[in-house]
């Protein structure tokens, strides 16, 4: 959907989707460049609105950086709301080359209106070559911010409206991030608005 190679860009949303179903099995943004791509959303990089289903297979992530810089000022990475569905078989994002990926005020997935998100066979972010960087907030305005449960103690979910971590499930193994790479201690992988949606995270044994 979105292809980068030594640019530059500045966008409101990478991808907005509504009322459709997408499956694919190719990463959905590609910023692969010898020199560096730099890419900044000022908003939800990806949102899904309005029963929304989006079922991936991808090869490698669903996001794959290398050797770019991803910012994200004002939202989330992926933000699943109004019902919507995003399944991931395989990983959320893969950086290597130095990559850096930085969500400001956000997390790498938000859900709301009785959404659901589901990783299986995967992890959120997979590094390889050089150290690569995910820069999270640790807090969000409107939203408290807690320890998740299990693999995710090191990482902090947001939550308002009525949601619990128990709306967090880890039938399996899950592996958080992969490889050589520097996450945020405590930073924020998920953002839960309400006490319907669901997430579901699995890397082996799924």
């Not at 297979?57 to 994200?72: E, G, R």
């Not at 592996?175 to 579901?200: E, N, R």
Request: with cysteine; aromatic share 6%.
């Amino acid at each position: 959907l979105v292809t980068a190679s030594g640019a530059t860009v500045n966008t409101q949303h990478a991808v907005r989707i509504d009322q459709a179903l997408l499956e694919a099995s190719a990463p959905l943004v590609n910023l692969f460049a010898l020199t560096s791509s730099t890419m900044t959303s000022n908003n939800d990089f990806v949102k899904l609105v309005a029963n929304a289903k989006m079922n991936i297979v991808p090869s490698d992530a669903l996001l794959k950086l290398s050797n770019s810089t991803l910012n994200v000022t004002n939202g989330s990475l992926f933000n699943v709301a109004g019902g919507s569905f995003l399944k991931v078989t395989g990983n959320l994002v893969s950086l290597a080359g130095g990559s850096t990926l930085t969500i400001t005020n956000g997390a790498l997935v938000a859900l709301s209106g009785g959404s659901v998100f589901t990783l299986t066979n995967g992890s959120f972010g997979v590094f390889s070559g050089p150290s690569s960087t995910i820069n999270l907030p640790t807090s969000l305005t409107g939203f408290t911010v807690v320890p998740g449960p299990g693999a995710l103690s090191g990482f902090g979910v947001a939550l308002a409206g009525g949601a619990t971590t128990s709306q967090i499930t880890l039938p399996g193994t899950f592996t958080p991030f992969t490889g050589t790479g520097s996450v945020t201690a405590g930073g924020v992988v998920l953002k839960i608005a309400d006490s319907t949606s669901k997430v579901k995270l699995c890397t082996t044994g799924c």
